[in-house]
């Protein structure tokens, strides 16, 4: 599909914009409320965080291999052990499930339910949803590949492969304890990233006080989206006008002169002279005092012939209050006809080690 197909397609559909934060957008990728328990923020012990969230700094490359299980339950435990046995040295493997996962509904994750349609999507069904992921991250690219390999090859008989992307961190380097990198629309980005602080991850994780099962507690909400980049169409308007959509500029400053590492005070410009009111960061983070609570995971994306993108990650202890609140607030921002989200999926990251195998198997 072209470009041109795709905004043509977009046109078609109802007005609004799936969540892309992207353009170093920090507004965006805040951090959830600190929970009343969860893992000991003084440890330096991160071997209670899940694996998708435990590298502070993202790494240089990723694959998100979905699979649809012949037998969820029956067939987990030894698939897991198969793709742990298929982990190259120098990859991590973390697993999610999804809502078709489950069976009875008392061991379900309360708010976990196939990702719905929001307006200006377009999800291909080949692309979204799955019964269980696995997202395998690293510094080598050849580790991933040979990782993606082995699990193809090990998937039979337990589970068929639903689909596969494979990303990548441009420009990838930490700057100020922040894992920065430069997207499609040549934008610096993650500024509002987690840093080195142990804290920030558990403020991601479920607590004892949400009313969860009690397998999932330590354990996260993952959303992911698969976004497409008209880039020609981008590339077409001047650096002044990107930065304009975006609410930054291309290396991270903010528009109205606020220290990169700061927030600014949109209260200060109510009319939005110095950072419109439908830029993509102040639209999705208009309180400086109030980020959305997620915490950002993301890679860029190329399958070739144009389809260029991001694969937008984040993690949350609450779906509502996280990715939901800021998708709604960004519907109708000006970088919408930009975009376009056709695929991902909602997902269960559970806890580290085996105990939530164990209560779901048996």
């Not at 071997?47 to 029956?74: C, F, K, N, T, Y």
């Not at 997207?183 to 610096?188: D, E, K, L, S, V």
């Not at 996280?322 to 970088?335: N, V």
Request: glycine share 12%; charged share 25%; hydrophobic share 35%.
């Amino acid at each position: 599909m072209s470009e041109v197909d795709v905004v043509r397609r977009r046109n078609l559909m109802a007005s609004g914009v799936a969540v892309a934060l992207a353009g170093g957008g920090a507004a965006a990728y805040g951090l959830a409320g600190r929970g009343s328990t969860g893992p000991d923020a003084s440890s330096g012990d991160f071997s209670d965080i899940p694996a998708q969230l435990r590298g502070l700094l993202p790494e240089r490359h990723a694959a998100l291999i979905a699979l649809d299980m012949e037998r969820p339950r029956g067939g987990l435990r030894e698939f897991v052990k198969r793709v742990r046995a298929a982990t190259e040295p120098g990859a991590s493997v973390g697993f999610a499930l999804g809502a078709t996962f489950f069976g009875p509904k008392d061991s379900l994750p309360r708010q976990l339910k196939a990702m719905p349609h929001f307006a200006g999507d377009l999800l291909e069904p080949e692309m979204s949803h799955g019964d269980l992921l696995v997202h395998i991250a690293g510094d080598r690219a050849a580790a991933i590949r040979r990782t993606v390999e082995g699990i193809r090859s090990t998937a039979s008989p337990h589970g068929n492969v639903r689909w596969h992307i494979d990303g990548s961190r441009p420009a990838n380097r930490v700057e100020g304890g922040k894992g920065l990198t430069r997207n499609p629309f040549h934008f610096t980005e993650g500024f509002g990233n987690p840093g080195t602080e142990r804290e920030t991850l558990d403020r991601a994780l479920i607590t004892t006080d949400q009313d969860e099962p009690q397998w999932a507690v330590g354990g996260s909400y993952q959303v992911v989206r698969i976004i497409r980049f008209a880039t020609d169409l981008w590339d077409k308007d001047s650096v002044r006008e990107q930065e304009r959509i975006i609410g930054r500029r291309r290396d991270g400053g903010w528009l109205d002169g606020t220290p990169v590492d700061e927030r600014p005070n949109y209260a200060a410009d109510p009319t939005g002279r110095l950072t419109p009111l439908d830029s993509h960061v102040r639209l999705a983070a208009p309180d400086r005092r109030s980020p959305p609570p997620i915490v950002r995971r993301s890679y860029s994306y190329d399958r070739g012939n144009g389809d260029t993108g991001i694969i937008f990650s984040c993690f949350q202890r609450d779906l509502t209050q996280g990715f939901e609140a800021a998708q709604k607030r960004l519907e109708g921002e000006s970088m919408a006809k930009y975009l376009l989200t056709t695929g991902g999926g909602y997902f269960f990251v559970p806890p580290p080690g085996d105990g939530w195998m164990d209560a779901l198997t048996h």
